[in-house]
């Protein structure tokens, strides 16, 4: 089960990335430059998830599209419609993930300048290593400029399992980015 429960980070991730992805590729409001904290919690239906994990990352407000090619967007999703009311944009798609189709919605919630709240449903058909349903509720604040010398895309993750106490590891941009490409491979 635990070897389970680790494989699902990475799909939960990738998941949470595509449609944070296809928010942002939609003309939602991006965030304001800056260090922001993010907090990630997710359910898998029938699935054990790791608690809450919450991250650190450098943005860059005209750069703000780290989480993932716009063109891999397009070439996986048939269906990407968004509508905005106010402080509210809601997503519903339909992606291709590595052999299953993943429907889902999204629903943005704050003013991106200080907060945001990101809530997001798929459902995998057929199921995702057991997986039907995928639920994460992503908050994010602004805690001010990014500390000095780091880049755009620069993260510092917490709560990762297995990686000691306190569970933090940091990432470069370039790393996420090699990452992200030997995963859709």
Not at 3 to 24: K, N, Q, V
Not at 75 to 102: F, L, P, Q, W, Y
Not at 160 to 183: H, I, V
Request: net charge positive; hydrophobic share 35%.
């Amino acid at each position: 089960m635990r070897t389970h429960r680790i494989f699902l980070i990475p799909a939960a991730g990738l998941t949470a990335a595509l449609l944070a992805s296809a928010a942002w590729a939609a003309d939602a409001p991006m965030r304001k430059s800056g260090l922001w904290e993010i907090r990630t919690e997710t359910a898998a239906g029938g699935q054990g998830m790791p608690g809450p994990m919450t991250m650190q990352m450098c943005i860059e407000q005209g750069r703000d599209d780290m989480t993932a090619d716009p063109r891999d967007v397009r070439r996986r999703c048939s269906k990407m419609e968004t509508k905005r009311t106010g402080n509210r944009v809601t997503i519903d798609s339909v992606c291709a993930m590595d052999g299953h189709t993943a429907t889902g919605r999204t629903v943005i919630t704050g003013n991106l300048a200080t907060d945001y709240r990101m809530e997001n449903t798929t459902r995998f058909d057929p199921p995702m290593h057991g997986m039907q349903t995928l639920s994460s509720t992503m908050t994010g604040k602004w805690l001010g400029p990014c500390k000095p010398g780091q880049k755009h895309g620069a993260v510092t993750m917490s709560g990762m399992p297995g990686m000691g106490p306190g569970g933090a590891f940091k990432m470069d941009p370039e790393t996420m980015r090699r990452m992200q490409q030997q995963y859709g491979r």
